[in-house]
């Protein structure tokens, strides 16, 4: 008997990050949080308020518009060819 497994792949563009840590990643639409170190999402909610947990504090996604930041260039794409020489 064969079995048969199915594979679904979803991939995110994550352009903004925390200025904080450089690894906790957003996407555009702020809805999506990642842990790039780990590669796992951290969205989470608490008291129906969605956000993440950071060093013991709860950071809810509609008020951290100030603490984000747009990823640099140069640090977006890794290999490229100019930035390898």
């Known amino acids: 008997?064969?079995?048969k497994t199915n594979l679904i792949l979803v991939s995110?563009?994550?352009n903004t990050r925390f200025k904080q840590c450089n690894y906790i990643q957003f996407t555009s639409d702020l809805k999506r949080v990642f842990n790039t170190r780990t590669?796992?999402?951290i969205t989470t909610s608490?008291?129906?308020?969605k956000g993440f947990w950071l060093n013991r504090k709860f950071y809810r996604l509609d008020?951290?518009?100030?603490e984000i930041e747009l990823i640099p260039k140069h640090e977006y794409i890794k290999d490229d060819f100019l930035t390898n020489l």
């Open 12 to 14: 995110y563009e994550l």
């Open 63 to 66: 008020r951290i518009k100030n």
């Open 39 to 41: 590669s796992k999402e």
């Open 1 to 3: 008997m064969q079995y």
């Open 46 to 49: 608490n008291n129906m308020k």
